[in-house]
């Protein structure tokens, strides 16, 4: 399986961008797909992440970013509104395959987003 992320850029702060993330097959065998970034100096978190249908997302990404599938694109978006100078970072895609005991995990190659102030 290959995810390939895109839409990243340079946008200025209270801007807006979409990213997506392209699978190479189908989305719907994933027990879950979401997005992670990583900051300059900063360890990688977690920013939003879909299962089924549920969502969850990173405290300061709460009323801003909004995570969304769709399964005949194979695809995962992250709209993201308001940006801030804070949302800097490279963000990557992630899925999650298997049981519990088991779980594998899929990278994209990320894709830089940078918020001027």
């Known amino acids: 399986v290959q995810l390939q992320a895109s839409g990243g850029g340079l946008v200025q702060a209270g801007g807006s961008l979409r990213l997506s993330c392209a699978a190479s097959?189908?989305?719907?065998?994933?027990?879950?797909m979401g997005w992670y970034r990583q900051a300059p100096g900063k360890q990688r978190e977690t920013v939003a992440v879909?299962?089924?249908?549920?969502?969850n997302y990173a405290d300061s990404v709460k009323g801003r970013f909004t995570i969304s599938r769709d399964n005949a694109r194979n695809t995962v978006y992250l709209q993201m509104n308001s940006l801030k100078p804070d949302d800097t970072a490279v963000y990557y895609c992630?899925?999650?395959?298997?049981?519990?005991?088991?779980?594998?995990?899929?990278w994209g190659q990320g894709t830089l987003v940078t918020v001027s102030s």
């Open positions: 879909i299962s089924g249908g549920s969502t």
């Open positions: 992630n899925a999650k395959e298997g049981p519990w005991y088991g779980l594998r995990d899929y």
């Open positions: 097959g189908s989305i719907s065998r994933f027990n879950s």
